[in-house]
């Protein structure tokens, strides 16, 4: 059973567990966000130091805010913070290790005052996040702090109880000002270019609004250091649980899987010292922003042109996108075309090299991720990945035909129904207003690009728009193979 501890502790055939003791560990990281990535990532990080006899005062502190959280404090309170983490090799094999480095997990409704405290502790020296790109508070367009967020206008109400990761954070730095305490480091792991400097404008435009003071101390003395953060982790199945209990005899209520392959590339901005990332291979850099690029516009962005048109072709998971000759020829025209001329000279890869890696990596059947995974939340990560590349290149009078035809693929895939006529199911914040204007583009064929919340003034442009329209006639006319056969061939 799951308290039995056996397997969890003691190992089984072809399992690894913590070879470390784990009592006496103290927290030093508090994270908020504890879904699949950070249990593959950051945890992962963590939890290699501890094995090497390292980090003994890096133990993690999970939170959770949102009501969906509540399961994941049930399950890491039954399994005493243990979970394991399933490597997916491309031939099918599970290589399971159980991760010791969470060490304590608080669901903030529950208690808030309690999460404001741990932050305040002055063993806590580094907040770190995984909130997803839809969880900064920022305008999408403009990137900037959005001060009209309903989260964040609720948090600097007089009197309120913080509810958001900004409004706990905020009052803890508050308290660690008055107290002597002194600042920590705010480690943003989302995916986004300059994803410290994001958290940094939130951070330090939600504490300017609580108290001017404040705001000024928080920008002088936080630190917000940029990452590349790197590994496929897909939502976590029924089968895998299956597979760990019947291969293992490992009863997980929620173990996580990811692939091999584990980039992070870290920025070396930390206000009250780090754990030693650099042995457990963490790349620790002056610059991070040419590995950003690399990273958000060769995986994020190919992901995005492989999830929507794969989709409407009929597939439903990546390997099965990449593993047709059409589509990868497709993608790496995408990534060799529009996407690396935009790129800077990346210290120490060879794009040629990481780019035909990232195909097998997506190829890999084993990892199993959904093309629905990769295609949430879309409004929150176009204007991230893709378009980024798009706006460049329009600027540079470079090619953009391939990335139009992403656009206009989701804008196909918006209006809520396949090839099949089958319905597409849209998780997204803003699918409302989205599947209202993808359903009149029939008649309208810019009508999608008009959600200028997600586009800014995109339909203006003379070039996108033409590229743009005729990938949506070829879409439907002729389906969604047939325009990247086009495009292909073309
Ligand atoms: P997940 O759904 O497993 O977990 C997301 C976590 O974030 C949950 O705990 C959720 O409650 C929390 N969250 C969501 N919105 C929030 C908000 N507004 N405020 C506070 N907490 C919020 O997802 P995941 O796979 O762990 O991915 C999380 C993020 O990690 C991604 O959005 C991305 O930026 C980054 N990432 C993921 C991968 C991947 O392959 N999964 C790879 C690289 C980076």
Redesign the pocket.
Known sequence: SLDSGTVWTQGAEGVDVPGYDRSGITTGIVH??????????LAMYVDALLTAGQARDWGICGV???D??RR?QKVLGEQDGLYTLVRKEADGSLAPRVIGSLVEYLFAPDDPEKVIEKIADPATRIVSL??????YAIDQVTGEFDPEDP?IRADLAPGATPS??FGLVVEALARRRERGTGPLTIMS????QGNGDTARRVFTGFAALRDGDLGAWVADTVTFPNSM???????TADTDREALAERFSLRDGWPVV?EPFTQWVLEDHFAAGRPPFEEAGVQVVDDVVPYELMKLRLLNATHQALGYLGYLAGFRYVHEVAQDPTFARFLRDYMDLEATPTLRPVPGIDLGEYKATLIERFANPGVADTLK?INF?SSDRISLFLLPVVRQQLADGGPIDRAAAVVAGWARYAEGTDEQHEAIEQQDRLAEQLTELALRQREEPLAFLGATSVFGNLASDERFAAAYTRALETLHRDGARALVTSLVDG
Do not use: K, Q
């Open positions: 908020f966000g504890v879904g699949g990535f950070h249990r593959a990532h959770g805010v949102l969906g959280d994941m995984t909130i997803t790109e839809g969880g989260g958001t990761v792991c989302d995916n986004m953060v790197d590994r496929i982790t897909p939502a990811c995974r939340g």
